[in-house]
C-alpha cells in the first residue's frame, strides 16, 4: 500500500513558474517509478514526466525544456518544477507511482488544480 499526496497547486500567470511537490508514504520498494500525469475533463490523462529509482527520466514533448522532475530517494518524494507556463498546462495533475517488479499496482494521488491564466 502506497499513499501519494500531492502540494503546490494553484493560479500562475503565463510566463510563470510554479512547483509541485508529492510526498510518498506506506510500503515503497525499489525499482520503482514515480511521476507527475495531468488530466482535463473530457480528455484522457496524460503522462507528463517520470522519473526511475535509477535516475532516468522522460518527459513529454509539450513539456520538454520547461519543466524539470526530481527525486529525493531518502524522504520518498517527487516534484516538479515548472517553468514558462502557458494556458495549456491547465490541468489537474496527479502524483503517481509503480512499482517496477509489479507494473499493475499503479498508485495515484487526489490531484492538485494547475490553472495558468491572466
Known amino acids: 500500500q502506497v499513499e501519494l499526496v500531492e502540494s503546490g497547486g494553484g493560479l500562475v500567470q503565463p510566463g510563470g513558474s510554479l512547483r509541485l511537490s508529492c510526498t510518498a508514504s506506506g510500503l515503497i520498494f525499489r525499482p520503482n517509478v514515480m511521476g507527475w500525469h495531468r488530466q482535463v475533463p473530457g480528455k484522457q490523462r496524460e503522462q507528463v514526466a517520470i522519473m526511475a529509482t535509477n535516475g532516468s527520466t522522460h518527459y513529454s514533448d509539450s513539456v520538454k525544456g520547461r519543466f524539470a522532475i526530481s527525486r529525493d530517494y531518502a524522504k520518498n518524494t517527487v516534484s516538479l518544477q515548472m517553468t514558462s507556463l502557458k494556458p495549456e498546462d491547465t490541468a489537474i495533475y496527479y502524483c503517481?507511482?509503480?512499482?517496477?517488479?509489479?507494473?499493475?499496482?499503479?498508485?495515484w494521488g487526489q490531484g492538485t488544480q494547475v490553472t495558468v491564466s491572466l
Open positions: 503517481y507511482f509503480v512499482s517496477s517488479l509489479s507494473r499493475t499496482a499503479i498508485y
